[in-house]
């Protein structure tokens, strides 16, 4: 007995051993971060097409700048035939400013220039071979012009791209020429930002241009494929390249902003657009060059108008195509 009872104090001696080890700890887990990424780029949405513009009859000869007015009214540099035309929202044309020369309303060779339109429906029209920016009523009235041929302040030697803000100010790009200068909206000058070079806040052959509703302002940087932001008193706030999403750098040639301040651009060499946030974030692309059904062919220019359509010139396309914004 005295056996037995020796052993069971030995076994309970031994349990309570393997009771006395150290517990294994135990953790709350930190919350999951929320995961962050960016979409994949559907570069082949190509929205349907709701207008195509061609002025039948009157082919249109690489179309350049575009600009609606607040009537939906269309306005459009024909700049292989020298003249503005004007059709209405559905498609139709309304007018052609189309008096050559180099006097008050007339165009010698508008080349490859942009139009901007004011809130008060004033047309400013790049005239490219006489050297100057032209403003017109939407009617086509000449109200005023400024500009001459040089490097100076208030001159241009390829002026190209123009936009105007909610003040009224213009502002003009000048593909040889490195700066953006800032015009009111009777062309008195007011400033200039720039510099030639690849650093950020410079530029190597600036092409289209854009205001948002808070004043900044966004630059294709053509030559070094990428867009600038700046705010509106030429200060540099971003700068990103064009193509990061298929790996290849694309060749920015016109800007414009939507409603919500994201970024549109035209790649003219690849035959596509990319959309952006207000920062620079890629968002989406749709058309490709390489597609035979791609919608675009050298795009050239963008507008908006009040019900959120987007209208593209197609320089080699020879047209105007209207889409819904996806």
Known sequence: MRRIALVVLLISLLLGGCAKTTPIPTF?????????????????????????????????????????NSAGNIYVNDAGKSRVLVFDPQGSLLNKWDAKGSGE?????????????????????????????????SEGKFITMWGSEGKEDGQFIRAI????????????????????QKFDNDGNFLMKFGGDGVSKGQFRHATGIAVDANGNIFVADYENKRIQKFDAEGNVLAAWYMGSDIKVKGTPEAVAVDANGNVYVTDYDLGRMQVFDNNGEFLWAWGDGSFPNAPFKRPVGIAFDSNGRIYVTNQSGGNVLVFNLP
């Open 161 to 180: 791209g123009i936009a105007t803000d909610k003040d009224g100010n213009v502002y003009v790009t000048d593909d040889a020429v490195p700066f953006v």
């Open 28 to 68: 709350t887990p930190s919350p999951e971060p929320t995961p962050t990424f960016t979409p994949e780029p559907e570069v082949n949405m190509n929205p349907e097409v709701l207008l195509e513009i061609t002025n039948q009859g009157d082919i249109m000869q690489d179309p350049y700048g575009i600009a609606v």
């Open 105 to 137: 309303g007339e165009f010698n060779s508008l080349g490859f220039g942009g139009l901007a339109i004011d809130l008060n429906d004033n047309v400013f029209v790049v005239d490219n071979e006489n050297f100057r920016i032209q403003k017109f009523d």
